[in-house]
Nanobody, 125 residues
Framework: QVQLMESGGDSVQVGGSLRLSCAAS????????MGWFRQAPGKEREAVAR???????RYADSVAGRFTISRDNAKNTLFLQMSSLKAEDAAMYYC???????????????????WGQGTQVTVSS
């Protein structure tokens, strides 16, 4: 079992920055795929960024160049640095993990079996 707990959500203005953190406990392994997903009201949960155990990241087109995902395997912590925030970035952000041996971490939320409770990001103009 893996327990995930997000933090760092806040209310910011358009153009601002935030850093989300996700602390993992329980079974943790550098081979875990970890990712950030978000869900806005009335919308499906979507992948924002995910990262392999070796640090290889993948990003949604909507956040590429603005967001950076990273992980500290020694501290079992996942990060999401968000910059140049837009109104459409506002959502509940979730940390997720899955044991994965594939080429790249999956982007589909249904493939992840460990989830945090979420942290709210609000972006106002």
């Amino acid at each position: 079992q893996v327990q995930l707990m997000e933090s760092g959500g806040d209310s910011v203005q358009v153009g601002g920055s935030l850093r989300l953190s996700c602390a993992a406990s329980g079974y943790t392994d550098s081979r875990l795929c970890m990712g950030w997903f978000r869900q806005a009201p009335g919308k499906e949960r979507e992948a924002v960024a995910r990262i392999m155990g070796d640090g290889t990241p993948r990003y949604a087109d909507s956040v590429a160049g603005r967001f950076t995902i990273s992980r500290d395997n020694a501290k079992n912590t996942l990060f999401l640095q968000m910059s140049s925030l837009k109104a459409e970035d506002a959502a509940m952000y979730y940390c997720a993990a899955v044991e994965w041996s594939g080429f790249a971490c999956p982007s589909q939320a249904r493939m992840y079996n460990y989830w945090g409770q979420g942290t709210q990001v609000t972006v106002s103009s």
